[in-house]
């Protein structure tokens, strides 16, 4: 049994006891149902529990349970019959977690949201002062960033319909599109928009760290009844089966790269890699001209590991932008920078001239 299925069962079995106390004859499959297990599950459960009790291990110590009728019985577990409660450090990062939750818009259940804050402040007394003192503050803390989601958050408050100026960094394309804003949330510290795009006729999530410009139209915002929210937990990205991957050799000053692109994996550079990377990534591509441009972009930064005809187009690329700057046949010297052969599968850019910089 892995560590976090055993910290599951431990959970609960602490709010067993005290249940099964206060439910005494309660039939194994109901039981069962309470907890979301199977019956197996329960009885494996209930032999446990059979073996446990205060030190001393005798007969009297231990916690006595019966099933064999098909029906749970449980006597002699005092000590453990409270439900457990909330520790005060516990509780009150609960509490601001729930308050931070609150400010978020597009939750569907708010109701229930603010009934959970009112009881549990109800509940805990010093910590709900305790939490009162305490603030997160949520907000990108960068200008244009905030007022992006200012406009989100008004467009959701009025169900107004969005028209955003958006980057899609997969084509270095700037799009126009009129959304019907869902939601917003925070992934691994980044804000997206979640909503019906009219461009594409489907639920879309928007980075806002992508979105150039968001203004407030004057028209409905409410999504169709087929608008479904995704789990942006496990399923922000949605690579297709049919996408290149790509695999790069970063040198330290390109590795902002899996901070602003979907990386597919990140690690830290093998034994006989490059020897300037530092990091080793792989990220899909459905079209490879937006990598052959961010390739040329990153200059020195970057080699490509895999596909080798990817690395044969950047040098090509690379080599016709030396020409045109009339640096020669880009084999090296002041103005240009070393490009490896197509058999190493790895290319060198320039780093200067209108494909430089970032």
């Excluded at 194994?28 to 907890?35: D, I, Q, R, V």
């Amino acid at each position: 049994m892995t560590g976090s299925a055993s910290t599951e069962r431990l959970s609960r079995l602490l709010a067993m006891v005290p249940y099964l106390l206060r439910h005494q004859g309660i039939p194994l499959e109901e039981a069962a149902e309470h907890f979301g297990i199977g019956t197996d599950d329960l009885v494996h459960d209930l032999e446990l529990l059979f073996v446990c009790g205060t030190p001393g291990h005798l007969p009297d110590d231990l916690i006595d349970a019966r099933w064999d009728s098909g029906r749970v019985y449980l006597s002699n577990a005092d000590p453990i019959a409270r439900p457990s409660r909330l520790a005060v450090d516990e509780a009150v990062a609960l509490l601001v977690g729930l308050r931070t939750l609150a400010e978020v818009p597009g939750l569907h259940d708010r109701e229930a949201l603010d009934g959970a804050m009112a009881k549990l402040t109800e509940a805990t007394g010093e910590a709900a002062a305790a939490a009162g003192s305490v603030r997160v503050d949520v907000r990108p803390g960068d200008a244009a960033l905030d007022d992006v989601l200012a406009a989100c958050r008004r467009a959701l408050a009025e169900h107004r319909r969005l028209h955003l100026a958006y980057l899609v960094p997969s084509r270095d394309e700037l799009t126009e599109r009129d959304v019907d804003p869902m939601r917003l949330v925070t992934v691994d510290g980044r804000w997206y928009l979640e909503g019906w795009c009219h461009r594409v006729e489907g639920v879309r999530l928007f980075r806002l760290d992508r979105i150039e410009a968001a203004t407030v139209l004057d028209a409905d915002g409410t999504p169709p009844a087929g608008a479904v929210s995704r789990d942006v937990q496990s399923d922000l990205f949605r690579p297709s089966p049919d996408d290149l991957v790509v695999t790069l050799d970063l040198a330290p000053q390109a590795a902002w790269v899996v901070d602003y692109y979907p990386v597919q994996s990140s690690e830290t550079a093998p034994e006989g890699a490059w020897e300037q990377a530092s990091l080793r990534v792989r990220l899909r591509a459905a079209d490879t001209r937006w990598v052959r441009r961010l390739l040329l972009r990153l200059g020195a930064g970057a080699r490509v590991v895999d596909p080798p005809e990817l690395a044969v187009e950047v040098r090509d690329a690379a080599l016709a932008a030396l020409a045109a700057y009339g640096v020669g046949d880009g084999a090296g010297g002041d103005g240009g920078a070393a490009v490896a052969g197509p058999r190493t599968g790895a290319t060198a850019a320039p780093a200067a001239g209108p494909a430089g910089g970032r």
